[in-house]
């Protein structure tokens, strides 16, 4: 195999994967997750609440399989909230409530109040507080006021082109270079 | 009629010539502008006997920004040559050194490039056409070892790899070598795509997990160094959030600093003292950032850096790094930032291994992860790096963690990495983490809090072109789904 065709297939090999790459839609894990929580919440609670963060219904801020903190155990285990359902969030938690209302008294379940301290789950959410931590612990803890960056503003307000595009343009520069260079380097050779 | 697709048959044509070129650059600009991203510190280039990580890195305890020496390297050492003889087996034909700073015998024997002298090794006149190519005739030297011991194993490396040292330095350099920058300044960035398959889902995604550019001036024994990126996050998501610069709190674009400082060096670059945002010296430092001894430790170089000062020493045999911690500025109100310290001390005890420890204490008044009131962090360990051989390397890290609220717990990692041929890497990774049991949510105890939680991870990691590395990681953790991780990262 030549250079010349080294450097073809290899550069073919990268933008077909990058075109590949490029196919898909970008995406987070559990991104639409708290938005979703958000609005069967306030459905429930029935007035605005901030984007839930990872904490509302896991042990720590990272999330992830298997630290569910008490409230998202019962909001699995009564209300039926899977892992990647984000669809049926609202349907799930509102199951939940329903289920907690219609067993109160019965001893077949928790009472509505995850962490037991006495004030139901619906009533410290609407409350800002965490329904996973007894109070006073929990207070304020389901809208922590942690904010990110130096500044207040919304400068990057827009959302830019697909991701993939971002992808293509890095497969094209290393293919693009790569051939300038050898290009560059067989002139020279051609001057000697 | 032009036969072939290949530039070298294209040659006298100008129209095209001047077409390449146009594309080339169009494709830069386009690049850079909508995602310039880094190039990461691979502990295992220890098996090179680069147990250092100053010379390779402007960074002096590894990571990001490539130093001109460590371009030249990356090109030498780790992509993969197709067949030509590559600075690998050459490096692992010859006699290693005996220090951290071994390649500083390289300028002694060879004084030109690409062994750049230490002290300039953070200069920006890295591959330079016409300093590099007397470098690759005359010494050709790769590694530390290659060029201490001018032994005859060292000079049959020396001898094969001559073959193909100009093509390397031509691409070693930013933008594979398209732009020089001059000397006081150095550039570099990165790129990396990471594709997520959960087979027992069947679910994919894709996204740009990392665009930053970064560069350092360097005025003397003063540097400024400095990155810049961009990132798109979920709501609630932990990555990316703490190095943002602007504040978009929802799922928009934001603009993030991962890094920057003022550092200024002493002893001939043996002593660095630097000021400002970075990562934190603490433990191996790995590139993956979700790794449990990182993440759990929140030492990883992904959005973990923090404010402060700290003192970086790279001598013959120790190496260690402190930093007064003053909290993360880009995270807001004050109440979540975190103060203490953080360090780590490594000592060589033979050519190709290094053992060390590491130390972290910080206080916040409110922890931004488990929001635990007057939270206190302390996490004490130590690590291990060792070449057993020219081909396999082990990296291994254990640390105890004693938490706020929390009892205490543990976590560590042993990855062993064979290199089949140079640029190609098969890893095996072990990990384990119980994060301690949460004594304020109290509940059962989960594997990982409260109980062991066991991870593995399998990995192929291709440095198949300058500056292109493709890696797939298999990953399987106790109570999590079988994931893998497609990843294609260049790095500029």
């Known amino acids: ?192 | 009629m032009l036969k072939g697709s290949g530039t070298r048959k294209l040659g006298g044509r100008d129209s095209l010539r001047a077409f390449q070129r146009v594309l080339a650059w169009s494709v830069v600009a386009l690049f850079v502008s909508f995602y310039p991203s880094r190039a990461h510190a691979y502990a295992w280039m220890i098996k090179h006997s680069y147990a250092g990580c100053a010379v390779c890195h402007a960074d002096p305890s590894g990571g990001e920004l490539l130093t001109a020496y460590g371009r030249a390297q990356s090109d030498l050492l780790l992509r993969m040559r197709y067949g030509k003889p590559g600075g690998s087996s050459a490096a692992s034909e010859s006699a290693p050194s005996s220090g951290f700073d071994s390649f500083d015998d390289d300028e002694e024997t060879k004084p030109s490039a690409p062994a750049a002298p230490k002290t300039d090794a953070n200069s920006g006149a890295d591959d330079d056409e016409d300093a590099a190519k007397p470098a690759a005739s005359e010494s050709s030297a790769p590694t530390p070892s290659a060029a201490a011991e001018p032994a005859p194993a060292a000079a049959a490396a020396s001898k094969e790899m001559k073959i193909d040292d100009s093509s390397s330095l031509d691409t070693s350099g930013f933008l594979w070598g398209l732009v020089t920058p001059p000397d006081w300044l150095l550039l570099g960035g990165a790129y990396r795509q990471l594709a997520v398959y959960k087979p027992n889902a069947g679910s994919f995604t894709t996204f740009p997990m990392m665009a930053d550019i970064y560069g350092q001036v360097s005025v003397g024994h003063l540097r400024v160094e400095g990155s810049i990126g961009v990132i798109r996050v979920g709501i609630g998501s932990p990555y990316g959030r703490s190095a943002q610069i602007t504040g978009n709190q929802g799922d928009q674009w934001n603009l993030l600093s991962r890094s920057h400082w003022v550092g200024y060096d002493f002893a001939d670059g043996q002593i660095t003292v630097r000021a400002g945002h970075m990562n934190l010296p603490f433990g191996i430092r790995i590139p993956e950032h979700t790794m449990w001894v990182r993440q759990s430790t929140r030492t990883d170089r992904e959005s973990a850096q923090q404010d402060g000062a700290a003192l970086a020493y790279n001598g013959e045999k120790i190496r260690g790094e402190v930093m007064a911690i003053a909290g993360n500025y880009q995270v807001r109100p004050d109440k979540y930032r975190e103060r203490g310290y953080s360090l780590y001390a490594e000592y060589l005890t033979s050519p190709r291994t290094a053992i060390g420890i590491s130390s972290l204490f910080t206080r916040a008044h409110e922890d931004r992860v488990t929001l635990d009131p007057l939270a206190h962090r302390q996490i004490h360990g130590a690590f291990i790096r060792t070449a057993f051989s020219d081909k396999v390397t082990l990296l291994a890290e254990a640390d105890a963690m004693f938490n706020t609220n929390h009892e205490a717990g543990y976590v560590g990692f042993a990855q062993l990495d064979y290199e089949i041929t140079q640029g190609l890497h098969l890893m095996g990774t072990g990990e384990v983490l119980d994060q301690g049991y949460d004594q304020l949510l109290g509940g059962v105890r989960k594997t990982g809090a409260g109980q062991p939680a066991f991870g593995g991870w399998g990995t192929i990691d291709w440095f198949c072109l300058p500056h292109v590395e493709v890696r797939v990681d298999t990953l399987s953790r106790q109570n999590d789904e079988l994931t893998v991780l497609g990843q294609l990262h260049v790095f500029l």
């Open chain 1, 1 to 192: 195999m030549t250079h010349v065709s080294k450097l073809t297939f290899y550069g073919s090999a990268l933008l077909v994967g990058a075109g590949l790459l490029g196919l898909t839609t970008s995406a987070q894990a559990s991104a639409t997750y708290p938005p979703k929580l958000q609005l069967a919440l306030e459905a429930q609670v029935g007035k605005p609440l901030c984007v839930p963060q990872c904490l509302a219904c896991h042990q720590t801020n990272l999330g992830g399989i298997g630290t569910l903190n008490v409230f998202g155990q019962n909001l699995k285990t009564y209300g039926k909230l899977m892992i990647r359902e984000p669809d049926n969030v609202g349907a799930k938690v509102k199951a939940y409530f329903d289920a907690v209302k219609a067993a109160e008294g019965t001893g077949k379940m928790p009472n509505g109040d995850s962490d037991g301290d006495g004030m139901s789950d619906e009533m410290e959410i609407a409350n800002g507080d965490s329904p996973s931590v007894a109070f006073p612990g929990g207070v304020s803890l389901f809208c922590p006021d942690i904010k990110y960056g130096c500044a207040g503003g919304r400068i990057a307000a827009v959302r830019p082109p697909r991701d993939g595009i971002g992808l293509l343009g890095g497969a094209l520069t290393a293919l693009g270079l790569t051939a300038t260079r050898r290009w560059r380097r067989a002139r020279r050779n051609q001057s000697r």
